[in-house]
T-cell receptor, first 115, second 111 residues
Framework: ETGVTQSPTHLIKTRGQQVTLRCSSQ?????VSWYQQALGQGPQFIFQ???????GRGNFPPRFSGLQFPNYSSELNVNALELDDSALYLC??????????????FGPGTRLTVT | QKEVEQNSGPLSVPEGAIASLNCTYS??????FFWYRQYSGKSPELIMF????GDKEDGRFTAQLNKASQYVSLLIRDSQPSDSATYLC???????????FGTGTRLAVRP
């Protein structure tokens, strides 16, 4: 158990719909990163939030957006869902300072299926 | 060239043997290196972190880093069937940066 929680666990949506995924970071961690993991692939970086600001973004279109709240929890929003968005969405939290800030701890993930 | 490369496997070893998992990376600016274990249907679990050349041991796990050769490996001694999983290699350039993952190596430990 990493202390990182995500909701919901599973979700089925229809193409064109919008979805919001949620993440609560581990206590004391103020940096949250989101990753997409397609079947048989390694996780791909979507974006990172630090102190409520986006702090880096991967190669994902603008319909992927996010938020971080003052308690460091975070949301990932995906608009206009496409079939290829079907994946495991992972949230990872890390502390902001020191060598340990490089260590990212993952939540259980949200399995999104787009039909 | 992929940023982080791993053999997808499966790597099959008998119970009690040493499993050796390898990873190469392309960016010489990479500073820290990670091994995550991922069971089927679960999320990645951090098992090893290394940033200096040489070996780092933690229980049955040893991570080896060679920055000159841009190579990092994971050795699992006395492999157990419960070690059967996909092992993901990841690299990071600096604190606060993203993790870049390989596609993972599937390990199967035969009883």
């Amino acid at each position: 158990e990493t202390g990182v929680t995500q909701s919901p666990t599973h979700l089925i949506k229809t193409r064109g719909q919008q979805v919001t995924l949620r993440c609560s970071s581990q206590s004391g961690h103020n940096t949250v990163s989101w990753y997409q993991q397609a079947l048989g692939q390694g996780p791909q970086f979507i974006f990172q939030y630090y102190r409520e600001e986006e702090n880096g973004r991967g190669n994902f279109p603008p319909r992927f957006s996010g938020l971080q709240f003052p308690n460091y929890s975070s949301e990932l929003n995906v608009n206009a869902l496409e079939l290829d968005d079907s994946a495991l969405y992972l949230c990872a939290s890390s502390p902001s300072e020191g060598l340990s800030s490089m260590k990212q701890y993952f939540g259980p993930g949200t399995r999104l299926t787009v039909t | 060239q992929k940023e982080v490369e791993q053999n997808s496997g499966p790597l099959s070893v008998p119970e009690g043997a040493i499993a050796s998992l390898n990873c190469t990376y392309s960016d010489r600016g990479s500073q820290s290196f990670f091994w995550y274990r991922q069971y089927s249907g679960k999320s990645p679990e951090l098992i090893m972190f290394i940033y200096s050349n040489g070996d780092k041991e933690d229980g049955r796990f040893t991570a080896q880093l060679n920055k000159a050769s841009q190579y990092v490996s994971l050795l699992i001694r006395d492999s157990q069937p419960s070690d059967s999983a996909t092992y993901l290699c990841a690299v990071i350039k600096s604190s606060g940066d993203k993790l870049t993952f390989g596609t993972g190596t599937r390990l199967a430990v035969r009883p």
